[in-house]
């Protein structure tokens, strides 16, 4: 999973009733995403579902950077 696919947008399921969603274009459909997280319970408005949404986002991108800083270096090639 590529972390700077990801993308967060917020939605209003009925009436002043918000949820933020995590999601990342599709493979196989560039038009298309996927979701990959999304609250579990309604906030009261689209900033502050936003704001947690954000929040995620960013849990998600530190979590991207640790794995990939765990790889081994591979040496550069000779000239």
């Known amino acids: 999973m590529s972390a700077s ?32 997280d999304a609250s579990d319970h309604p906030y009261p408005s689209h900033d502050a579902a936003m704001r947690m949404g954000t929040a995620c986002l960013g849990a998600y991108r530190v979590a991207g950077e640790s794995l990939l800083s765990m790889l081994p270096v591979r040496p550069a090639a000779p000239y």
């Open 5 to 36: 696919a990801l993308n967060v947008r917020v939605e209003e399921s009925s009436p002043g009733l918000f949820f933020w969603i995590v999601t990342q274009l599709s493979a196989q459909d560039q038009l298309s995403e996927v979701r990959i």
